[in-house]
């Protein structure tokens, strides 16, 4: 007779990683979801948290087990080969987003856009990105002290591109439909689809040389000329050419078939809206299958997709994309909070902490805005040093700096490291020096960078409290323009209107100031909407003036805060 092993009257309770898991996961989505609109439309914080991530993971209550999904104590693995698995985990989790997501971006912009725009996106992504990276790398040769400065090259490869995922929170929302032009939309989401995918030049530029020229390099090995020749031929002709040749022509392609299959009639609205993400799942795993640029391939793949507007056009309405988008965002930030190396970033052979921290604050500040703001003169789409400043400053750090990461420690394990994993000896800290750099930057850029707009909406609204509850009122009083960069202008009307080449500021004056705070508290729970009927009918007559009136707006348009007016000329 079989022997029962557990007693038939006990509850079924299986406390499983995929149950666990499951339900975090739709938990803090639903929570989320409950306050989203207030949190990313009121108080512009993006949809990455990292911070939850960190709080349920290994490191805090232990709901998200990344050592357990990867099979490490199932299987009685070694810590090296454990840390492989998750490492698997991470990169193509990291794959994932970032193909959904450019595809996204290429489809958004408008028709023929990297044509017409190809100056200023080259500059962004040529010189631009050029000098963000000798910045970085120099930065990180100083501050951290490699062996070499080839090393410093490759960390600062990493950290080079910019984050689509979190330069969402100024090209979306409120925030940018209000203060950010939509020229200037379009030039961001160009420049970080781009960027994303031209970050294997600089990373393997640095990782050809350590390996042909460096200190433990084979005298044998063919030194520079081979470390050239595989730059050129196979890095950017076999990389980067064939990537943007292949998503070119299924991206084309696509758009022909999907086309003509509409044009029968055979094509049913959820298939129609869901190309868009079918399609950045071919060309993810074709192009892995092939060893290419998928996340360069991706990206050009939408922005041929649309090359006619239609797609764009059809869907724009539509919000199946961006739910996806959404829900991809959320779990990877989630992973990302759950498997940061707090240790090895705390505690490491090679820097401290006091290093770490001024390394970051200062690669944020020098990495982007130096080079934007001395070429601006050159991009249209950048007309004033104010918006230079905003769009310099805003270079997010995240999904394709860990992608990067990987791809750089998986060139170790392979070329620069013996057949018992042991690394050459001139690189024995370049691993963890990625690691570390790397993780620590993805986490100050997803702190600095998403409370930014927060803090500095707070920092003007502070002085408005504090003389409202001291009780001055006088007209003069200074009041900060973009509080991040610390400005202060006055209050005057002739002051505003001399400032309208920057960042607008105040109203007019502060009675139209006092009727629109008014009318903003009548109308707060349903910010965003259209006006009430009693409006729109005519009632409360002096009220709908101050309501819906408009100033006339500057022709040249300028970040600004949600709460400031635009001065009447």
């Given at each position: 007779?079989?022997?029962n092993?557990?007693?038939i009257?006990?509850?079924?309770?299986?406390?499983t990683?995929?149950?666990?898991?499951t339900a975090?996961?739709?938990?803090?989505?639903?929570l989320f979801?409950?306050?989203?609109?207030?949190?990313?439309?009121?108080?512009?914080?993006?949809?990455?948290p990292?911070?939850?991530?960190?709080?349920?993971?290994?490191?805090?209550?232990?709901?998200?087990?990344?050592?357990?999904?990867?099979?490490?104590?199932?299987?009685n693995?070694?810590?090296?080969?454990c840390?492989?698995?998750?490492?698997?985990?991470?990169?193509?989790f990291?794959?994932?987003?970032?193909?959904?997501?450019?595809?996204l971006?290429?489809?958004?912009l408008?028709?023929?856009?990297m044509w017409?725009?190809?100056?200023?996106?080259f500059?962004?992504?040529?010189?631009?990105?050029?000098?963000?990276?000798?910045?970085?790398s120099?930065?990180i040769?100083?501050?951290?002290g490699t062996p070499?400065?080839?090393h410093?090259?490759?960390?600062?490869?990493c950290?080079?591109?910019?984050?689509?995922?979190?330069?969402a929170?100024?090209?979306?929302?409120?925030?940018?439909?209000?203060?950010?032009?939509?020229?200037?939309?379009?030039?961001i989401?160009?420049?970080?689809?781009?960027?994303?995918?031209?970050?294997?030049?600089?990373?393997?530029?640095?990782?050809?040389?350590?390996?042909?020229?460096?200190?433990?390099?084979?005298?044998?090995?063919?030194?520079?000329?081979e470390?050239f020749?595989?730059?050129f031929?196979?890095?950017?002709?076999?990389?980067?050419?064939?990537?943007?040749a292949y998503?070119?022509v299924v991206?084309?392609l696509?758009?022909?078939?999907l086309?003509w299959?509409?044009?029968?009639?055979?094509v049913?609205r959820?298939?129609?809206l869901?190309f868009?993400?079918?399609?950045?799942?071919?060309?993810?795993?074709t192009?892995?299958?092939?060893?290419?640029?998928?996340?360069?391939?991706?990206?050009?793949?939408?922005?041929?997709?649309?090359?006619?507007?239609?797609?764009?056009q059809?869907?724009?309405?539509?919000?199946?994309q961006?739910?996806?988008?959404m829900l991809?965002?959320?779990s990877?930030?989630?992973w990302?909070g759950?498997i940061?190396?707090?240790?090895?970033?705390?505690h490491?052979?090679?820097t401290s902490?006091s290093?770490?921290?001024p390394?970051?604050?200062?690669?944020?500040?020098l990495?982007r805005?130096?080079w934007?703001?001395?070429?601006h003169h050159?991009?249209?789409?950048?007309?004033?040093?104010?918006?230079a400043i905003?769009?310099?400053?805003?270079?997010?750090?995240?999904?394709?700096?860990?992608f990067?990461?990987?791809?750089?420690i998986?060139?170790?394990d392979r070329?620069?490291?013996?057949?018992?994993?042991?690394?050459r000896?001139?690189?024995?800290h370049?691993r963890?020096?990625?690691?570390v750099?790397v993780?620590?930057?993805v986490?100050?850029?997803v702190?600095?960078?998403?409370?930014?707009?927060?803090?500095?909406?707070?920092?003007?609204?502070?002085?408005?409290?504090?003389?409202?509850?001291?009780?001055d009122?006088?007209?003069?009083?200074?009041?900060?323009?973009f509080?991040g960069?610390?400005?202060?202008?006055?209050?005057?009307?002739?002051?505003?209107?001399?400032?309208?080449?920057?960042?607008a500021?105040?109203?007019?004056?502060?009675?139209h100031?006092?009727?629109?705070?008014?009318?903003?508290?009548?109308?707060r729970?349903?910010?965003?909407?259209?006006p009430s009927?009693?409006?729109?009918?005519?009632?409360n007559h002096?009220?709908?003036?101050?309501t819906?009136?408009e100033?006339?707006s500057?022709?040249r348009?300028?970040?600004?805060f949600?709460?400031?007016e635009a001065?009447?000329?």
């Amino acid at each position: 007779m079989a022997r029962n092993i557990f007693p038939i009257w006990a509850a079924p309770i299986a406390s499983t990683n995929f149950n666990v898991a499951t339900a975090l996961l739709g938990g803090f989505i639903s929570l989320f979801g409950l306050v989203s609109y207030l949190l990313k439309e009121h108080f512009y914080l993006s949809e990455a948290p990292m911070l939850v991530g960190v709080a349920f993971g290994p490191e805090g209550a232990h709901f998200i087990r990344p050592r357990e999904y990867a099979g490490c104590p199932q299987n009685n693995l070694s810590p090296r080969r454990c840390e492989g698995n998750v490492d698997a985990i991470t990169i193509d989790f990291s794959r994932l987003v970032l193909a959904v997501q450019l595809v996204l971006a290429g489809i958004q912009l408008r028709s023929k856009y990297m044509w017409l725009e190809a100056k200023s996106v080259f500059l962004l992504v040529g010189p631009g990105m050029a000098m963000m990276w000798i910045a970085t790398s120099l930065l990180i040769w100083g501050l951290i002290g490699t062996p070499s400065f080839l090393h410093a090259l490759a960390v600062g490869a990493c950290v080079t591109p910019t984050d689509p995922v979190l330069s969402a929170v100024i090209v979306k929302g409120k925030f940018a439909d209000k203060n950010i032009p939509k020229e200037l939309q379009d030039l961001i989401v160009a420049e970080s689809g781009t960027n994303d995918g031209l970050g294997y030049p600089w990373l393997f530029f640095a990782l050809y040389l350590i390996k042909y020229i460096g200190a433990g390099a084979d005298p044998d090995g063919g030194g520079a000329g081979e470390a050239f020749g595989l730059w050129f031929a196979l890095t950017w002709a076999y990389v980067i050419l064939l990537s943007i040749a292949y998503g070119a022509v299924v991206g084309l392609l696509a758009q022909y078939m999907l086309h003509w299959a509409e044009d029968r009639g055979w094509v049913d609205r959820e298939s129609f809206l869901v190309f868009a993400i079918s399609l950045a799942l071919f060309v993810l795993g074709t192009c892995g299958l092939l060893g290419t640029d998928d996340v360069l391939a991706c990206y050009v793949a939408g922005n041929a997709f649309t090359w006619d507007d239609w797609f764009r056009q059809e869907t724009k309405d539509d919000s199946l994309q961006p739910t996806v988008d959404m829900l991809l965002n959320v779990s990877i930030f989630l992973w990302y909070g759950a498997i940061i190396p707090w240790d090895l970033i705390a505690h490491n052979e090679f820097t401290s902490l006091s290093r770490i921290i001024p390394l970051g604050l200062l690669i944020l500040l020098l990495r982007r805005l130096p080079w934007v703001y001395a070429m601006h003169h050159w991009i249209h789409q950048i007309d004033s040093y104010r918006n230079a400043i905003f769009v310099g400053f805003f270079g997010p750090i995240g999904v394709s700096a860990i992608f990067y990461l990987y791809i750089a420690i998986e060139f170790i394990d392979r070329h620069l490291s013996d057949e018992d994993g042991v690394p050459r000896s001139d690189i024995t800290h370049l691993r963890e020096t990625l690691i570390v750099v790397v993780w620590f930057m993805v986490v100050v850029s997803v702190v600095v960078h998403g409370m930014s707009i927060p803090l500095g909406k707070l920092g003007y609204l502070a002085p408005r409290l504090g003389r409202a509850l001291s009780g001055d009122t006088t007209e003069g009083s200074p009041r900060p323009v973009f509080p991040g960069f610390g400005r202060k202008i006055s209050g005057s009307k002739d002051d505003n209107r001399r400032s309208r080449g920057g960042i607008a500021t105040a109203s007019s004056s502060r009675a139209h100031s006092r009727a629109h705070s008014r009318a903003n508290s009548i109308n707060r729970a349903h910010a965003g909407r259209e006006p009430s009927a009693d409006i729109e009918a005519g009632s409360n007559h002096n009220l709908a003036v101050n309501t819906i009136a408009e100033p006339r707006s500057s022709l040249r348009r300028e970040i600004r805060f949600p709460d400031e007016e635009a001065v009447p000329s």
